[in-house]
């Protein structure tokens, strides 16, 4: 099956098919998912929606909603009788053409595909031809249309206040003549430029000078398709705002002549009251109520089915203005009247610049009814904000691998034009939603997996069988294998082989190998891996309560320990340690009535002092172990030893592990510097001075090169570290961390750990870390089809070599970020693959290998690259990317580096996609608007830009946390999500719709929620209700509030159920328990809150948005002239 092939031809997903011998199969083939909302569209070539249809009833296809409304929220089911509206048409893929010029089948439940798109341009779509006449340049149409425009002048005014860069035009109010801008407000008494219909020909305001912003969709020459002009609405959103409303997705691109502008409900802005709703444009076929617009109503055609132009330029269903947004719109002429004076120059407006909750909103509306089906090469999947399910059919799903771009340049040369990262972020153990079906299991007994004679490749979709199936072509290096004699298998008349649907190796994306003895080390199977408890009680963890506490939770967290899925109990062994300055090991064997404590104190070479009794099994030395937890706490209640030490600790842990020969983890408990005479003792060399100096890279490096040896030891036995922190002072992360990092661990921190504040969220993250699925002793390597190779590595791991990720330890929360780097060309037919390869062992001690594929398209043309990025991947990479640097370089040059690489991006899309127009304008690509924001957060995180409050500690922690992030926590992380949960609805299950992340979208009057995966702070308002504090806090005025709540008191009311519901949400979907922090409206808690504020200027010097943006379009242009 050649690459370029389409993936599937044999029977149609649309069919039932044969399940897979001796596999559990949930809704593999045609079955529709469990939970999955039915598809919209009839099934496939089944009648088409928004083409022959009868013409719909007069009036709104979706109602819009009456003023204080919820505004419609992702997932919601559509109510009957309502047209639900996807971004995609038929045929419409987003993003991206499939790569085959055979039909693409897909189960009922996907969206309809055209048969025979091809790779090309749209231009080949037939579909459209019999609309009118030969177009107008649709590139001048585009310029516009769809131009996001914000005007700002170039006169000679002083620059706007507090405008953080020098030597930037003011910005002004004023919008460029054409185009709609982007949020753009129109007030009643002016309306947008519209056209005349009838000459087809735009009244045009008088164009002002000045700097304009838009956001480009590709322009493609559809032949036979007249675009149609410029109407009222039109372009990415016409949508006058309000402050702090989520405005309505933008759709961009004309509707035809006459044609239904329906629109959905428009969200209600979040504290702002609604206008009542003006009248019904005359003249308008069904949608909602416009803003009262004057000048001529356009002509009265039969409704045509429309078309909305996507990121690719492609046609669908447009959408109107919406009611209940007030607003002016300076500049715009009122017709018949002649056009007046330009408004003075004033600051650029934050609701007409992209905004991350209007395209994640837009997104979810789009893409999130549908199942994300992974059959077609190259296409990019919905953004982690939105909730989807996933259909494997030959690609590895999302939530395994995502890219920077699907869609990679063919030449090095492109690849450095563009200056755009090829990276992909791999979660390899990745959790999935219980609707979908894990990875299959295939054992091919002692002859192990089938793979590449020379490149090692393991079997997957994209390998092409030749010559009746007796040998294979590789689809990474084309070196021809012959296919083992139990492995063959007959090719039908298409070439695949007749047992497609029943090898999960040869249809699926994902899926793992049983690995042989061959896979194994030393070349024996490994025995279960155990888990070693480390307690510090040394004076300071005795006194907070630590031991104590510590001791009681693992009574019954033993009880939990990770199992294989069928088996009755956990085949993980368990020992338990406790230390200060010296170390006591803990005989806990079955047979004794009493555990035995051992103590060494030589810690200078450290040795384990009993084998037997040392690691055991929970179910039967359960007595022993109860009582051993019972005395740790009485033992060391009274002691007066504060030094501790630290290396021995580990050391301990990995002569166990060796002297068990078993792989493991240990999860050590630790509070203080370790400053007592031993190995890896640290010396405190905390110095804020050092901060904005060129010595500052020296607070990001571990002090000693002890620990870097230490863990490489403990990566070869497979001795993955977790460690819980509790610092009440400086403890060096930086170096501390060394071993976790490596090893594949965890580092939690609780900053002056205080029992009644801090216990439940200690006691949750160790919970969930003592239950995740791990995977141990495991190895990664990335393979790539010729042309592209994995350079360079970002995460917490350790490499011997250039190609190997080793990991003592891989969690189903960790992620590998890989670039990639051109070593050859690339060509368009056959695109490029990955594959992911995981050797690890399972916490039952079975050898595995899991192999994720993923294939992405080649491009010539630098605008199908900027067409199919995905900017949340993006922002991950130069972030952990960014966070390496500064282990080496000054932190400025970091920064400078990262906004250069940025303006290089959007300058060469500027340069050679864009439509031609003023140097004024700023143009960003459609899925790059956000990248200015985005990259703003990164550059005034707490690790590129700290204020004074933040420790050297909390730089270091962060900086490794972040290192193995996945897409979705560095979205959070960068842009905290920000709810008002005055607005919730208490009798729906939805959270309420989020707002900008800016001072200026809160009101005194409301309740907000701000989580960033680490955090959540309930922000309450000096004048919110009395009814309201009472329902959720229990008191009765704003000044009893308590600052000390760790959890929201438990009431019975439907407004303190609704609030607790969406912080347990909340928590659910984060890897760590995040800290409750109750911040009132001018507490002294409230500078660390606005802090998160990110669109707002911070203390610590960093931009606001609306500035940042100037600064990158002054980058910009400097980069063009």
């Known amino acids: 099956m050649s690459v370029n092939q389409q993936a599937h031809t044999g029977p149609p997903y649309g069919q039932p098919q044969p399940g897979y011998q001796g596999y559990q199969q949930p809704a593999y083939g045609g079955q529709s998912l469990p939970g999955a909302p039915q598809s919209q569209y009839g099934a496939y070539n089944g009648p088409m929606p928004g083409y022959q249809q009868p013409v719909p009833p007069q009036g709104s296809l979706r109602a819009p909603p009456t003023s204080g409304a919820p505004p419609p929220v992702s997932g919601a089911s559509h109510p009957s009788g309502h047209v639900a509206y996807s971004q995609f048409e038929h045929g419409d893929v987003q993003n991206g053409i499939p790569a085959s010029a055979a039909p693409v089948q897909r189960p009922p439940a996907s969206q309809p595909f055209l048969p025979g798109s091809a790779p090309t341009p749209v231009s080949q779509i037939s579909t459209f031809q019999q609309y009118g006449p030969p177009p107008a340049s649709v590139q001048q149409l585009r310029n516009h249309m769809a131009g996001m425009t914000i005007g700002c002048t170039a006169a000679s005014a002083p620059p706007p206040a507090g405008l953080g860069y020098a030597s930037v035009p003011p910005v002004s109010g004023s919008f460029s003549a054409t185009g709609s801008g982007l949020y753009t407000p129109y007030s009643a008494s002016q309306g947008p430029p519209l056209t005349s219909v009838s000459q087809g020909l735009p009244l045009v305001q008088p164009p002002f000078p000045g700097q304009t912003i838009s956001t480009q969709r590709l322009p493609t020459q559809v032949p036979g398709f007249t675009p149609p002009p410029p109407s009222t609405g039109v372009g990415p959103s016409s949508y006058p705002p309000t402050t702090g409303a989520p405005r309505p997705p933008a759709m961009p691109g004309p ?53 909305q132009m996507q990121q690719n ?92 771009s699907y869609n990679i340049p063919c030449t090095s040369d492109m690849a450095k034009q563009s200056q755009v990262p ?56 084309s070196c021809v294998t012959e296919v083992p004699p139990h492995y063959f298998q007959h090719l039908d008349h298409t070439g695949k082989r007749v047992d497609f649907y029943d090898r999960p190796e040869l249809s699926l994306g994902s899926y793992e190998f049983l690995a042989t003895v061959d896979y194994c080390k030393n070349n024996k199977f490994p025995s279960p891996p155990a888990f070693i408890f480390m307690i510090d009680v040394s004076y300071n963890a005795v006194k907070s309560g630590l031991v104590r506490l510590i001791c009681e939770e693992l009574k019954s967290l033993l009880d939990y320990l990770p199992r294989e899925g069928n088996m009755e109990e956990s085949a993980i062994r368990v020992g338990f340690v406790t230390y200060n ?196 002793d495991a190895v990664m390597r990335v393979r790539t089809s010729t042309g592209i190779r994995a350079t360079d590595f970002f995460g917490a791991f350790y490499m011997s070599n250039t190609t190997d990720v080793e990991m003592a330890g891989l969690d189903c929360d ?31 001690g079975q050898r595995r290998l899991r192999i994720h594929n993923l294939s992405l398209n080649c491009c010539t043309q630098l605008a199908d690259l900027y067409r199919n990025c995905e900017t949340d991947t993006l922002i991950n990479y130069l972030a952990k990317h960014a966070y390496r640097g500064v282990l080496s370089s000054p932190v400025k040059t970091v920064r400078d580096a990262l906004i250069n690489q940025c303006a290089q991006i959007l300058a060469c899309y500027r340069k050679n996609c864009a439509s031609p127009s003023s140097a004024g304008q700023l143009i960003l690509p459609e899925c790059m608007k956000l990248l200015p924001v985005y990259l703003n957060c990164v550059l005034k995180s707490d690790v590129l830009q700290p204020g004074p409050e933040v420790t050297t500690d909390d730089r270091a922690y962060i900086r490794q946390l972040v290192t193995s992030m996945d897409v979705a926590e560095t979205n959070v992380f960068f842009y905290p999500r920000l709810l008002p949960l005055t607005k919730a609805d208490v009798d729906s299950d939805s959270l309420p719709a989020a707002i900008r992340n800016s001072e200026e979208r809160l009101s005194k009057g409301d309740i907000y929620l701000l989580e960033n995966g680490l955090n959540i702070f309930v922000w309450v308002g000096v004048n919110v209700q009395q009814s309201l504090i009472q329902n959720l806090f229990g008191v009765s005025s704003f000044s009893q509030i308590s600052n000390a709540l760790s959890t929201l008191p438990v009431l019975e009311n439907p407004f303190s159920k609704k609030v607790r519901s969406i912080v347990d949400t909340l928590q659910g979907q984060r890897s760590r328990y995040m800290k409750l922090i109750i911040v009132k409206q001018e507490d002294k808690l409230e500078m660390l809150f606005k802090h998160f504020l990110v669109e707002d200027k911070s203390l610590s010097g960093g931009a606001s948005y609306v500035d940042f943006l100037c600064h990158m379009h002054k980058e910009i242009r400097q980069l063009l002239s």
Do not use: W
């Open 422 to 477: 090829l990276a992909a972020v791999i979660k390899p153990l990745a959790t999935l939603p219980p609707e979908e079906t894990l990875p299959y299991l295939v054992d091919h007994g002692e002859s192990g997996p089938v793979r590449c004679n020379r490149c090692k490749a393991y079997m997957c979709p994209f390998m092409q069988f030749i010559e009746g199936g007796r040998r294979f072509q590789c689809c990474f290096c």
């Open 581 to 776: 300055k010296v170390l006591h090991f803990y005989n806990v064997k079955s047979s004794l009535a009493q555990p035995q404590m051992m103590v060494v104190s030589d810690v200078a070479d450290m040795f384990v002092p009993l084998l037997d009794g040392f690691l055991v099994n929970v179910n039967e030395s359960r007595t022993v172990i109860a009582s051993l937890l019972d005395q740790i706490p009485e033992m060391f209640a009274d002691t007066r030893e504060t030094e501790t030490v630290f290396a021995p600790v580990i050391q301990a842990g990995l002569e166990a592990l060796k002297a068990a020969d078993c792989a493991g983890k240990l999860f050590i408990f630790h509070t203080s510097l370790p400053i007592a005479e031993a190995p890896g003792k640290l010396k405190n060399r905390d110095d804020r001075k050092l901060i904005n100096t060129d010595k500052e890279k020296t607070l990001f490096q571990p002090q000693t090169s002890f620990y870097n040896n230490l863990a490489k030891d403990c990566v070869a036995q497979g001795c993955c570290v977790d460690l819980f922190l509790f610092p009440n002072q400086y403890l060096d992360v930086a170096t501390l961390g060394v071993v976790p990092y490596q090893t594949g661990g965890s580092i939690y921190k609780y900053a002056y750990f205080q029992l009644e504040t801090d216990q439940y969220r200690f006691l949750n993250d160790l919970r969930k870390d003592v239950q995740k699925e791990v995977g141990f």
């Open 313 to 404: 330029g492609s046609f669908g269903q447009m959408r109107g203005p919406q009611p209940n947004y007030g607003g002016a719109y300076p500049g715009a002429p009122n017709y018949g009247s002649p056009p007046g004076p330009p408004p003075p120059p004033k600051r650029l407006d934050p609701d007409s610049i992209p905004s991350p909750i209007q395209v994640i909103e837009d997104d979810r509306n789009n893409r999130g009814s549908e199942p994300f089906v992974t059959g077609v090469r190259g296409q990019v999947p919905p953004l982690v904000t939105t909730n989807f399910l996933v259909k494997d059919q030959g690609n590895a799903s999302p939530r395994y691998i995502r890219c920077t």
């Open 255 to 307: 509707p035809l002549p006459g044609q239904t502008v329906a629109g959905p409900p428009s969200s209600q802005p979040n504290h702002v009251s609604s206008p009542p709703p003006p009248s019904t444009m005359a003249g308008l076929h069904p949608g909602p109520p416009m803003s009262g617009l004057h000048g001529p109503p356009p002509p009265n055609h039969p409704p045509q089915p429309g078309y």
């Open 814 to 844: 960790k992620t590998i970020t890989v670039e990639f780097k051109h070593d050859d060309k690339l060509s368009e037919d056959s695109g490029a693959l990955l594959q992911c390869a995981l050797l690890y062992t399972s916490c039952a």
